[in-house]
């Protein structure tokens, strides 16, 4: 994951974090701890913005100060409800990174 970040990085696209996490300090430690914090242009954890993940305003938060457009943004994240639904009320793409094992929900399986 780690080396993933580090070349979409490198490539040029900026890269941010949007958290149901308290502390923005963990996440920032956490990322510093991997040796890639300085990867990320931007933290926005429910705490500190007021809005959790379910909520467009947190992702809307993150694309103001990034300055980016929803249009031209991809999510990636690990929960359907709050990554892929949450994403989406903003406007914005989401990839789904399921757990290993764990089924989509019955309305994105193939037919």
Do not use: Q
Not at 13 to 38: C, K, M, P
Not at 71 to 93: K, M, N, Q
């Amino acid at each position: 994951m780690a080396a993933c970040v580090r070349d979409l990085s490198a490539r040029g696209y900026t890269l941010g974090i949007v958290s149901n996490a308290l502390s923005e300090d963990f996440l920032r430690w956490s990322l510093a701890e991997t040796g890639i914090l300085d990867c990320f242009s931007g933290i926005y954890a429910s705490a500190a913005v007021g809005y959790y993940k379910s909520s467009p305003r947190l992702y809307e938060a993150a694309l103001l100060e990034l300055g980016a457009r929803a249009e031209e943004t991809v999510h990636i994240g690990d929960s359907y409800a709050f990554d892929v639904l949450g994403a989406g009320r903003a406007g914005i793409r989401a990839i789904w990174y399921a757990p290993a094992g764990e089924a989509p929900p019955a309305r994105m399986r193939p037919a």
